[in-house]
C-alpha cells in the first residue's frame, strides 16, 4: 500500500524566513496530494493540494511542487508569520478509487519571533 | 456552506464500554470516511463507505464496526474499548467518480478511563 515520508519532523524558522517541508510517495498511482495544516486539538485543514498532472501551484505565501518521476513533493512556505506555527501534514491518495488520504507523520513548525 | 457535522464532540467512556461516534456528510455527497488520530500521530485511515457499501478499509480493529444508513450519514461503533482506543476520531466526505479531496468534521474526542 501507499506509503508517505515526511521530513522534516520538527522545523524553526525565523519569522519572514521561508519553510520548506519535503515528503515522497511510494504508490505511482497516486494523483492527488493535499497538504493540511492542524492546531492543536483541531480538524486537519487543507491548505492547498496538486494533482499529478501538474508540476507546480502556488497560493499567496504558500507553494507546492510535484516531481511526479521521482515521487516526491514539497511544500513551501515564504514570509513566515507566527500564525504559521502549527503541525502540517503531507499525503498522498491510494486505493481502488484513488480516495483514500494517507498522511505523512506531519511536521511541527515553529515560527521563531 | 453546510459542512461534516460530527456528534458528539467529546465522548468519556470506561474501558470495556462500547462507544457509537456519528457522522453527517455534507448534503449530496456520497462517500464518507473516517479517521483515527492518537495524541501525536497523523490521522490513520479506518474505513470509507461509497453509496452506503464498505468502499475501502485500513487498520480498522476487529472491534470496530461502521456502516452507511440510506440518508448517507455513517456511524462508527466502538466495542470493549480498550485505553489505547483514546484518540481523535475524524469524518470527511467527498462526491463522484472523481476525488476532489474532502474536508474533515470538527471529529469526536474519545477519551476511554
Known amino acids: 500500500g501507499e506509503n508517505v515520508e515526511q521530513h522534516p519532523s520538527t522545523l524553526s524558522v525565523q519569522e519572514g524566513d521561508s519553510a520548506v517541508i519535503k515528503c515522497t510517495y511510494s504508490d505511482s498511482a497516486s494523483n492527488y496530494f493535499p497538504w493540511y495544516k492542524q492546531e492543536l486539538g483541531k480538524r486537519p485543514q487543507l491548505i492547498i493540494d496538486?494533482?499529478?498532472?501538474?508540476g507546480e501551484k502556488k497560493d499567496q505565501r504558500i507553494a507546492v511542487t510535484l516531481n511526479k518521476t521521482a515521487k516526491h513533493f514539497s511544500l513551501h512556505i515564504t514570509e513566515t508569520q507566527p500564525e504559521d506555527s502549527a503541525v502540517y501534514f503531507c499525503a498522498a491518495t491510494a486505493g481502488d478509487r484513488d480516495d483514500k488520504i494517507i498522511f505523512g507523520k506531519g511536521t511541527r513548525l515553529h515560527i521563531l519571533p | 456552506a453546510a459542512g461534516v457535522i460530527q456528534s458528539p464532540r467529546h465522548l468519556i467512556k470506561e474501558k470495556r464500554e462500547t462507544a457509537t461516534l456519528k457522522c453527517y456528510p455534507i448534503p449530496r455527497h456520497d462517500t464518507v470516511y473516517w479517521y483515527q488520530q492518537g495524541p501525536g500521530q497523523d490521522p490513520q485511515f479506518l474505513i470509507s463507505f461509497y453509496e452506503k457499501m464498505q468502499s475501502d478499509k485500513g487498520s480498522i480493529p476487529d472491534r470496530f464496526s461502521a456502516q452507511q444508513f440510506s440518508d448517507y450519514h455513517s456511524e462508527l461503533n466502538m466495542s470493549s474499548l480498550e485505553l489505547g482506543d483514546s484518540a481523535l476520531y475524524f469524518c470527511a466526505s467527498s462526491q463522484g467518480q472523481i476525488f476532489y479531496g474532502y474536508t474533515f468534521g470538527s471529529g469526536t474526542r474519545l477519551t476511554v478511563v
Open positions: 496538486i494533482r499529478s498532472n501538474v
